[in-house]
Antibody, heavy 122, light 107 residues
Framework: EVQLVESGGGLVQPGGSLRLSCAASGFTFSSYAMTWVRQAPGKGLEWISAISGSGGAAYYPDSVKGRFTISRDNSKNTLFLQMNSLRAEDTGIYYC???????????????WGQGTLVTVSS | DILMTQSPSSLSASVGDRVTITCRASQTISTYLNWYQQRPGKAPKLLMFDASTLQSGVPSRFSGSGSGTDFTLTISSLQPEDFATYYCQQTYSTPYSFGQGTKLELK
């Protein structure tokens, strides 16, 4: 059974940093691309980063490019999201998710974690 | 960036109804279109990918169609568990944008 368990969320001040982790199990982690999707309170879904199975390719939207870094440790079946220069608009639930394929391109998300809440506020 | 627009934003229907949700892309995305269902307080769930391929385990009352810029998700006979919010997503080019969502409510 595929399981994705996020951790590392919490309250952080504007301009601060936070590192999210996602422990994966139930599948061959290095064979699949992974992604992070966030959801602001009461709002829709926003794709915020993706990384290939090998970790050699990463992608971001302009809204987080230069502030967020996705990475993975295939030896520990763990996905990370380093978030710097956080803003109030970064507040929301952050979902770790598995992509249906080794490469990021063209593939849907087939499994989601339950999410971790990040609140950016003074 | 590709903008995804869903219609309607909300929809009231009854158990047994047939409903259709539309998703339009701001430029052609071939069939790189996915549909997700999200129940309150839960993570989204994949229903359909490549516009019309049903994800394993999803009931056959769900169907998808379309290519290019216009896509639809149809639920042939609504069941109580189908009242949720539905999102389309394009995976044609990054950033992989989602539609704003369609909230399906019980009439």
């Amino acid at each position: 059974e595929v399981q994705l368990v996020e951790s590392g969320g919490g309250l952080v001040q504007p301009g601060g940093s936070l590192r999210l982790s996602c422990a994966a199990s139930g599948f061959t982690f290095s064979s699949y691309a992974m992604t992070w999707v966030r959801q602001a309170p009461g709002k829709g879904l926003e794709w915020i980063s993706a990384i290939s199975g090998s970790g050699g390719a990463a992608y971001y939207p302009d809204s987080v490019k230069g502030r967020f870094t996705i990475s993975r440790d295939n030896s520990k079946n763990t996905l990370f999201l380093q978030m710097n220069s956080l803003r109030a608009e970064d507040t929301g639930i952050y979902y770790c998710a598995k992509v249906l394929g080794r490469a990021v391109a063209g593939k849907p998300i087939d499994y989601w974690g339950q999410g971790t809440l990040v609140t950016v506020s003074s | 960036d590709i903008l995804m627009t869903q219609s309607p934003s909300s929809l009231s229907a009854s158990v047994g109804d047939r409903v259709t949700i539309t998703c339009r892309a701001s430029q052609t995305i071939s069939t790189y279109l996915n549909w997700y269902q999200q129940r309150p307080g839960k993570a989204p769930k994949l229903l359909m990918f490549d516009a019309s391929t049903l994800q394993s385990g999803v009931p056959s009352r769900f169907s998808g169609s379309g290519s290019g810029t216009d896509f639809t998700l149809t639920i042939s006979s609504l069941q109580p568990e189908d009242f949720a919010t539905y999102y389309c997503q394009q995976t044609y080019s990054t950033p992989y944008s989602f539609g704003q969502g369609t909230k399906l409510e019980l009439k």
